[in-house]
């Protein structure tokens, strides 16, 4: 029964995969360009001191610590207006909308000292929240409704080309539409840039609600099934059931790897092409990103190939421990020309954690599943969702620590060995770090070999799950 579920025709027509597949679009885009720009617009721009800049990020991360699983479990409560469109699509359309908006707001501040600040305190927590329902309920109906090993690689797949086309355009479009007069005169192009931001994410909302419709099946399997308060686990009993499973803590530490990657990576080029290698020139950036996004996504069928044959487990820790011995030997090329090689095998590599990062979690999300009998996984993902997140202040914090005990004169254009080495290892060496932790526990920890993820499904169709 299990071999027929396997080999069967795709439940969803492409334009179906398409459309769900368009989050990672919505996950990349807007992420990419708040992560990147948001500390550089107060700084030079509002002239909002360093110290209150920092002071926000810390308490926006210490609200994602509560905020996120804390989505994840409100997100599992359904209402009789959720009847006819399902709970996770409700929830979706009910955060995604006004979080593209509000996203505008982030870069109109009405000053820049204490008011400054709580401006962007609030407006950071206020689209983090809404950010957080979105991404959950749509990273929450995957594992339910691509059932199939094969339907998901092949979601997977679309999600990499979304995810690095999100990439790209998160680093272009602001590379090309925020000028670059003195610090202070840019204002006007930073708000042009985020309203546009905003059009671009609502129209991604709007064409991904095919993607995102639940049909009827789903809806009973997830929003109608009653249980009175009793029987409703806890929130906290759920996430410390959730934290006792190997498989779920090792993939939380993957996925934590590959956030922080990109995060440190983004933050870390413009400063990695104007003081190490010398090449201030925008254009430049652009192309050996674009040469990095190519080799990841060229790679992506190998490993959707891999992960067929040998199970997603396999396929992950090839990315995460090539990827990790890429980045060491790219860190040591100073010549402009050659890290076009570098980033090309750091893509290549990287294609695998992007191709097969939702249909681990999927394996993951279906052992917990059969474990507790009940399709109630929202504060999981909220979990997950927090632990990506972290990646943020990982940044700071290594940003913080590497810059001043490097000696990085932010005034000079022309940095000293020590600096340039700062730049690298920021830029390079913890990123390895953290994708060797990634890979010891998918290799150490991680325990869904193929075997066991057919079982799971088997186990699923049983139950009705």
């Known amino acids: 029964m299990q071999e027929k579920f396997e080999e069967e025709a795709f439940n969803y027509t492409t334009p179906i995969h398409v459309s769900y597949a368009l989050g990672s679009f919505l996950d990349d885009f807007i992420a990419t360009v708040l992560s990147t720009w ?42 009789n207006f959720m009847r006819r469109f399902g709970r996770r699509f409700s929830w979706f359309i009910l955060a995604a909308i006004p979080c593209t908006l509000v996203y505008a707001l982030i870069y109109l501040p009405p000053g820049n000292g204490i008011e400054g600040f709580a401006w962007l305190l609030f407006t950071l927590c206020l689209f983090d929240t809404l950010f957080s329902f979105a991404l959950i309920n749509w990273q929450g109906i995957f594992p339910d409704k691509f059932r199939s090993q094969k339907e998901r690689t092949k979601v997977a797949g679309t999600q990499i080309l979304c995810s690095l086309t999100g990439l790209l355009l998160g680093i272009l479009v602001p590379l090309l539409l925020i000028s670059r007069g003195p610090p202070g005169t840019n204002v006007a192009s930073y708000v042009e840039v985020a309203l546009f931001v905003s ?43 959730g934290l006792k499973q190997k498989n779920y803590i090792a993939y ?24 190490v290698v ?36 396999v396929g992950y820790m090839c990315g995460t421990g090539g990827t990790a011995l890429f980045l060491i ?102 990123p390895a ?13 991680y325990e869904l070999k193929p075997e066991i993820v057919k079982k799971n499904k088997q186990r699923l169709l049983e139950l009705n799950l």
């Open 252 to 275: 939380l530490f993957a996925y934590l790897a590959q956030t922080t990657v990109m995060a440190l990576m983004l933050a870390s080029v413009p400063y990695w092409l104007q003081y």
């Open 329 to 430: 030997i790219t860190m040591f090329i100073r010549d402009f020309t050659f890290t076009f090689i570098g980033m090309a095998l750091i893509g290549f590599s990287m294609g695998a954690t992007w191709t097969l990062i939702y249909a681990c979690f999927s394996d993951v999300i279906d052992d917990i599943v059969v474990k507790t009998g009940k399709r109630d996984e929202g504060v999981y993902y909220g979990f997950r969702t927090f632990f990506g997140r972290m990646s943020i202040v990982i940044q700071a914090v290594t940003f913080g620590i590497i810059h001043p005990l490097t000696n990085f004169d932010p005034t000079s254009l022309i940095q000293t060995s020590q600096a340039q080495w700062g730049i690298n290892f920021g830029m390079f060496a913890v």
């Open 199 to 241: 059009i671009t994410c609502l129209t991604v909302v709007f064409f991904m609600i095919p993607g995102m419709r639940e049909d009827e099946q789903m809806i009973k399997r997830t929003l109608f099934i009653r249980e009175s308060r009793a029987q409703r686990d806890k929130y906290w009993r759920k996430l410390v059931f």
């Open 38 to 79: 948001v500390f550089k617009f107060y700084e030079t721009e509002i002239f909002l001191p360093v110290a209150f800049i920092s002071t926000a990020i810390i308490i926006y991360g210490i609200w994602n610590a509560v905020n996120d699983p804390l989505a994840g479990h409100v997100s599992g409560k359904s209402f």
């Open 278 to 313: 010398k090449v201030n020139d925008p254009f430049a950036e652009t192309a050996l990103l674009l040469v990095f996004l190519l080799a990841a996504v060229s790679s992506s069928p190998l490993w959707v190939k891999v992960a067929r044959k040998y199970g997603n487990r």
């Open 433 to 445: 770090f953290f994708y060797s932790i990634g890979f010891l526990f998918m290799w150490r920890v």
